[in-house]
């Protein structure tokens, strides 16, 4: 089992900047992927960024890119998730997802652990 804690979310102004954490503990492997997704009231839950824990490349979803950013710290085993010049339409509930494969997925069906979520709210 693997336990999924996510931090850092809250309300922020539109044009501003979080940073969402991710902490991974239990049953962890060298070779899975993490990723980010987010799901606005209403709407189906869509994909944000994710990382391979081995080798570090990323994907990012078009709708953010160039304005959030994913990281890791391996010693820690978190993930980061930096979000800057924040829209309204950012606002969401964001959740991080352990994947158990050496690839990414782009789909929460790809994913097989869930965090419990964070909410994030862009004011206008």
């Known amino acids: 089992q693997v336990q999924l804690v996510e931090s850092g979310g809250g309300l922020v102004q539109a044009g501003g900047s979080l940073r969402l954490s991710c902490a991974a503990s239990g049953r962890t492997f060298s070779s899975y992927t993490t990723g980010w997704f987010r799901q606005a009231p209403g709407k189906e839950r869509e994909f944000v960024a994710a990382?391979?824990?081995?080798?570090?490349?990323?994907e990012i979803a078009d709708s953010v890119k160039g304005r959030f950013m994913i990281s890791r710290d391996n010693a820690k085993t978190t993930v980061y998730l930096q979000m800057n010049s924040l829209k309204p339409e950012d606002t969401a509930v964001y959740y991080c997802?352990?994947?158990?494969?050496?690839?990414?997925?782009?789909?929460?069906?790809?994913?097989?652990?869930w965090g419990q979520g964070t909410q994030v709210t862009v004011s206008s």
């Open positions: 997802a352990v994947r158990w494969r050496s690839d990414i997925a782009t789909t929460e069906w790809g994913y097989d652990y």
């Open positions: 990382i391979m824990w081995s080798g570090g490349k990323t």
